[in-house]
């Protein structure tokens, strides 16, 4: 190869290798980066990059002065934050460009400087990141993509990109912005898992089932009551997600290490060019809390549980044993073996993911909890289980939504069970408070001891009545036709007609109000990208402008 390739060119086709092989790298090779898919191969490349790296030709600009020699093998591994980095890199070119205008227009850099690394910085974006940027021989994509830059336009132009910054405020910056989007993506999610439960819950409304407590049936209900249950808790996820969303957009850019910087920098100008709301006040907190992640990663565990909770009802809904739905097929696997078999795989991963999010949210707790102000280089392993997070939040909420939205439920064997172990006996016993007089409490012992005596008809009740409270009931007007009646799921749900009740029209109500809530979180998510798209897109017409 080397006899007809020139060296660089055989280091770019040594990197492009992995990709060959497998276009996700972030699915493929984990949280150690592109270099973890091949132990070997991985440290020759970085011995192979040293020694371009002693030759002049390339070179971690960050560790040029205070430090001599270069990192290689576990060392330059250990440090590298390439897996996350790769969330972040496209972020960090915008960012790189609203602070290249800011310091030509606040007049810190030469308009000839400023032109020099937005051509460099514009080629990047169209061109897509090089591969080399995220390297382990830097620390990370901020250093790759600066030394890039430097070794394209030069250390003259180069070396001015980072004045008024640090890494510190650059890396905050570049983790709320794309933070931001997932946000909205994840809650733009969850608005269509949410009017999926609205649509399927209005064609059943009156599709009675048992409800249930210690997973006992308890009294009837509908699958519509059921599932709005879930699309009420999915629209407060859906407003943790937004709160937390008001909180990233704020813009820590300028606050350079922590204590903001002696340059007359704009902060202002560059918050709005990256379509950020506001910035955040303090320079010291503005780069060492990473309270917006947690939140984040809070309200998707909160999120995963809601998710789990309903995959964890389909999966006993889907067992023969219960019978209430059919999943499609796209949704379940069979056995190697056990040629019958339908499992809901997709669901019970969903389960464990709900495990893994909490687990993200753990850890990243874990790293901020002992940390003394301001940065410390634990943060950079906060990163990861930010991003791991959210991505599988956002994954499985789109499953579930197809599951649901594609599911068969067999209403004939909800309505089957509806009536059964018991579960109209509370509505006897109020039919007993409300027509004939009886105290609740009363009523509650005369139908608990017919039901022990497996007597729930107007005798057992006579019977219950004269033994437990020394009154008779059917001198008060109890007949049979009237038990019934009380013991008929649908007269049960009917009567439920309360705010919030299963009775259709208190279900109806509810799907009313549940959908305007919808349609307007819908129109603030699809806003805000409006408005963040717009900002983006100045800000790059912009650099265009500078370099004509």
Known sequence: MSKFLSFNATIKWITSIPSLFHRDLREVYGPCGVFAWNSRCSDTLISLRADVVGNGMARDVVRGGRLSGEREGDIARYLSSSWADRWIGEADLLVDMAHVLMLEEQEIIEAAHARALLEGILRMHAEGLPDTVFDPIFEDVHAGIESHLTGVVGTEAG???????????????????????????????????REILLATAATHCTSVMPGFTHLQHAQPTTLAH?????????????????????????????????????YPIDRESTAVRLGFSGLLINSMDAVSGRDFSLETLAAAAILMSTASRLAEELVIWSSPLVGFV??????????????????????????????????????????VKGLPQAYNRDLQQ?????????????????????????????????????????????????????????????????????????????AGLEEAGCEMAGLSIAERGLDQARVERALDPLESVRVRCAPGGPAPEAVEAQIKTLSLRATRDGSFVAQERTRVKNAIEGLIQKAREMIR
């Open 382 to 458: 906060l990163s990861p289980h930010l991003w791991r997070g959210v991505d599988e939040t956002r994954a499985s909420v789109r499953v579930l939504s197809g599951a649901i939205e594609t599911a068969r439920f067999v209403t004939e064997r909800m309505a089957a069970e509806a009536g059964r172990g018991g579960s109209t006996a509370t509505e006897l016993a109020d039919t007993l408070v409300r027509e004939f007089g009886l105290p609740f409490r009363t009523a509650h012992h005369v139908v608990a001891r017919a039901v022990r005596d497996g007597r729930l008809d107007a």
């Open 326 to 367: 059919e999943l499609d097929d796209r949704y379940c696997s069979t056995s190697s073996i056990m040629p019958q078999k339908k499992n809901p795989d997709t669901l019970e991963l969903l389960r464990a993911r709900a495990a893994s999010v909490s687990g993200e949210l753990v850890g990243a707790l874990g790293i």
């Open 159 to 193: 070396g001015r990109l980072h004045i008024g910054r640090s890494r510190n405020d650059e890396v905050a910056t570049c983790m709320r912005m794309r933070l931001r989007d997932e946000l909205l993506a994840v809650a733009e999610e969850v608005i269509g898992l």
């Open 226 to 262: 059921h599932l709005l249950a879930y699309a009420a808790a999915f629209e407060r996820d859906t407003a943790r997600l937004l709160d937390a969303y008001g909180r990233v957009n704020r813009s820590p850019l300028g606050s350079a290490a922590f204590a903001s910087t002696g």
